[in-house]
T-cell receptor, first 111, second 113 residues
Framework: GESVGLHLPTLSVQEGDNSIINCAYS??????FIWYKQESGKGPQFIID?????DKRQGQRVTVLLNKTVKHLSLQIAATQPGDSAVYFC??????????FGTGTRLTIIP | DAMVIQNPRYQVTQFGKPVTLSCSQT?????MYWYQQKSSQAPKLLFH???????NEADTPDNFQSRRPNTSFCFLDIRSPGLGDAAMYLC????????????FGSGTRLTVV
């Protein structure tokens, strides 16, 4: 069946550097994508979303890039801080279907 | 602030003893979801309510039930918890299906002893 997957399960980044978390999706019909951040012992927290009619969207220190040609989604975090350490999930949706979550990437910020 | 609130944050229950987890929301969202999440895995959808309409996922065990007495509250009942049911249980809400963003509560960590 269709699924959302991540290239890397773990990522370590030096504090202050930029980080890029990647996500591959397989349903070419998906029209909505979202990134969540989940800190230890907490629920997922919305970071940023993007619709399929866009290829880039920026938030505060975060940018999501969507490449529909290769079905790839990425989350860029600028100037990482210790508080960015968490598990990051991408998720996709098609129309009225439910959100499908990827397996998650654990981001560790090295002081 | 409008939010999704889950109680309790931590719940310990005995093997086989029924347990209920609760979720409330002030967002007035039509849809409420219950997810099970085991360590560092993606949340797994158990079921959801669209208003009063209950929608069960095909692979959700019968041991898991849910109630939604009104728009604001939703409960997860585990009739006979097993050791394999120990997990984080997440409640989420959204506007009607088709609207993307889900708002999650902080979760209830269930331990079965």
């Amino acid at each position: 069946g269709e699924s959302v997957g991540l290239h890397l399960p773990t990522l370590s980044v030096q504090e202050g550097d930029n980080s890029i978390i990647n996500c591959a999706y397989s349903n070419s019909a998906s029209d909505y994508f979202i990134w969540y951040k989940q800190e230890s012992g907490k629920g997922p927290q919305f970071i940023i979303d993007i619709r399929s009619n866009m290829d880039k969207r920026q938030g505060q220190r975060v940018t999501v890039l969507l490449n529909k040609t290769v079905k790839h989604l990425s989350l860029q975090i600028a100037a990482t801080q210790p508080g960015d350490s968490a598990v990051y999930f991408c998720a996709e949706k098609f129309g009225n279907e439910k959100l499908t979550f990827g397996t998650g990437t654990r981001l560790t910020i090295i002081p | 602030d409008a939010m999704v609130i889950q109680n309790p944050r931590y719940q310990v229950t005995q093997f086989g003893k029924p347990v209920t987890l609760s979720c409330s929301q002030t967002l007035n969202h039509n849809v409420m979801y219950w997810y099970q999440q085991k360590s560092s895995q993606a949340p797994k959808l158990l079921f959801h309510y669209y208003d009063k309409d209950f929608n069960n996922e095909a692979d959700t065990p019968d041991n898991f039930q849910s109630r939604r007495p009104n728009t604001s509250f939703c409960f997860l009942d585990i009739r006979s918890p097993g050791l394999g049911d120990a997990a984080m249980y997440l409640c989420a809400t959204s506007r009607p299906l088709g609207q993307g963003r889900y708002t999650f509560g902080s979760g209830t960590r269930l331990t079965v002893v």
